[in-house]
C-alpha cells in the first residue's frame, strides 16, 4: 500500500506539472526530442558532415574526417534527443524555457538533397491514379526516385 501511495504521489505532481507549464513548450520539446532520436536511423549527420568536409576541405578527407565528424554528431544528436523526451515536461532555465540544448531545432540534410513527403496516399491521394507523389524510400541510400516532376 505505501509503495501504490507513493507511485500516486510520483504520479500526480508529473501530472500537475504537465498542465501547469502548458502545451507549446513542452510539445515542441518532444517533437524535437523524437526527430533527434531517431538520427542513427536516418544519417542525415553523417551524410551532411560527410558532403561539407568535402567541400570545404577536399574529397581525400571526406571519407575519413567526415565520416567521424558524421559519427560524433550522430551519437551527440542522439543523446540531446534522449535527453529532451526525458525532460519534455520541464524547462531549461538556463537556455531559455524550451529551447533547442546544443543542435539546431529541425534535422539537417546535405545540401544535394530536399526532403519531401513520402509517397503514400494518406498525404497526396489521387483516385483515378491510384497512387501519389513523393519520395518513396528516402531513406534508402540511392533509392531517391520521383514518381511526379
Known amino acids: 500500500m505505501r509503495r501504490i501511495s507513493s507511485l500516486l504521489g510520483i504520479a500526480s505532481v508529473a501530472a500537475v506539472t504537465i498542465l501547469a507549464t502548458g502545451c507549446a513548450g ?6 524535437r526530442g523524437l526527430a533527434n532520436i531517431t538520427e542513427p536511423v536516418r544519417l542525415g549527420e553523417l551524410r551532411r558532415s560527410m558532403e561539407q568536409t568535402a567541400i570545404s ?69 489521387d483516385a483515378d491514379l491510384g497512387f501519389a507523389s513523393g519520395d518513396v524510400a528516402p531513406w534508402i541510400a540511392g533509392s531517391r526516385f520521383r514518381i511526379f516532376d
Open 26 to 31: 513542452p510539445e515542441k520539446k518532444l517533437g
Open 57 to 125: 576541405e577536399g574529397a581525400d578527407v571526406a571519407y575519413t574526417k567526415g565520416f567521424v565528424r558524421g559519427v560524433n554528431r550522430t551519437i551527440g544528436r542522439t543523446i540531446v534527443g534522449a535527453y529532451e523526451i526525458a525532460t519534455f515536461p520541464f524547462p531549461d532555465h538556463g537556455l531559455g524555457d524550451y529551447e533547442p540544448l546544443m543542435y539546431p531545432a529541425n534535422p539537417v540534410y546535405p545540401d544535394s538533397y530536399t526532403p519531401r513527403i513520402l509517397a503514400d496516399p494518406m498525404f497526396q491521394p
